[in-house]
């Protein structure tokens, strides 16, 4: 895993993945940046997905600049954990 920049977040997903296509289209529409990891194409990304969620590949997993990770965030709790909204 590659801690992200400040002010973004990695975003792990797959492509068939609805909540994924909707956090990544809210994020898009209020300018939050990120970089998009398909699991299903990085054995490596699949396994950090893993050990964040007790064995489960859930997506979206959402990692911040600080390392810590969410798993099927809202956009409230993104832009919150980004110092994009008040707590």
Do not use: H
């Amino acid at each position: 895993m590659t801690t992200p920049a400040a002010g973004t977040v990695t975003m792990y997903s797959t492509t068939w993945c609805g909540y994924c296509r909707r956090l990544k289209s809210q994020m898009d529409a209020e300018g939050v940046s990120y970089v998009e990891v398909d699991i299903e194409d990085d054995a490596d990304s699949a396994a950090f997905v893993a050990s964040v969620n007790d064995g489960n590949q859930t997506v979206p997993t959402v990692v911040f600049p600080d390392g810590s990770a969410l798993t099927n965030p809202s956009l409230a709790e993104v832009s919150r954990r980004l110092g994009r909204l008040s707590a």
